[in-house]
């Protein structure tokens, strides 16, 4: 079989959501790093930064072969997309925890609680997204500049020093 010599569209939005996810959360060991007291946990620490950079320089070599529409440059705040973007991929993995949650709850009232839970996380999911999206941090319609602020992100979380 002949394949095409670059991602398909869902695979490369598969890609950004790891990259992205990953970048932050990278950008938060190395800051919380010189926090942490107990040997063992920092031990800890040093394996997960590791290994994240690694999949980070793993994971950015598939960008060049994302499908392309464009060539331009997104100037953005890093820091307010940080923090954005770790509020999104809170709330994002609150949608997840909370759905799986209510498959496994037995007792409706704790169904019902939970479920009341998740629509708070949807909403505040979309207050998160649409902030982004206002602001160019998540420029989920154009896939060149998404895929940029996500090169940019994971290269600031490896540059970054702990």
Do not use: C
């Not at 079989?1 to 060991?29: G, R």
């Not at 954005?84 to 704790?110: C, H, M, Q, W």
């Not at 160019?136 to 994971?154: H, R, V």
Request: aromatic share 12%.
């Amino acid at each position: 079989m002949d394949y095409p010599n670059h991602l398909a569209w869902h695979e490369t939005l598969d890609l950004h959501e790891l990259v992205a996810f990953q970048s932050i959360a990278l950008m938060k060991l190395k800051k919380f790093y010189p926090e942490v007291k107990d040997a063992e946990l920092q031990s800890i620490y040093q394996h997960t930064i590791n290994g994240i950079e690694m999949n980070l320089q793993e994971l950015l070599q598939f960008y060049s072969f994302a499908p392309r529409d464009e060539d331009e440059e997104d100037l953005r705040n890093l820091d307010t997309g940080f923090f954005s973007g770790d509020l999104l991929a809170f709330a994002k993995t609150a949608v997840r925890n909370y759905s799986i949650a209510i498959t496994e709850t037995a007792t409706p009232v704790l169904r019902d609680t939970l479920n009341k839970q998740l629509q708070r996380a949807i909403e505040t999911h979309g207050m998160v997204y649409a902030f982004m999206y206002k602001k160019g941090y998540y420029p989920s319609y154009d896939l060149e500049k998404l895929l940029q602020n996500d090169i940019k992100l994971a290269n600031k979380a490896l540059k970054m020093n702990y």
